[in-house]
């Protein structure tokens, strides 16, 4: 592939944490799923504010402090 045709990614320096995005985009949709009537566009919303909660959950555990000491000497 030629170095001129590939595409080009885009680079954006986020000024805002990975969990605290995600835990934004869980209240936005948890709202959205309150103003919404009960049927599958209300359970997508609840879906995809659980799946956000647990990300930020697993990206606080990993990016937390370690438990265990390095092995290394």
Request: zero cysteines.
């Amino acid at each position: 592939m030629d170095p001129e045709n590939r595409k080009r990614r885009r680079r954006v320096k986020q000024t805002v944490p990975l969990g605290e995005r995600l835990l934004q985009t869980a209240h936005a949709a948890r709202d959205a799923a309150k103003q919404s009537p009960p049927g599958m566009d209300q359970a997508e919303l609840l879906r995809r504010v659980h799946e956000a909660e647990a990300i930020a959950q697993l990206e606080a555990f990993l990016t937390g402090p370690t438990r265990y000491p390095s092995r290394r000497p």
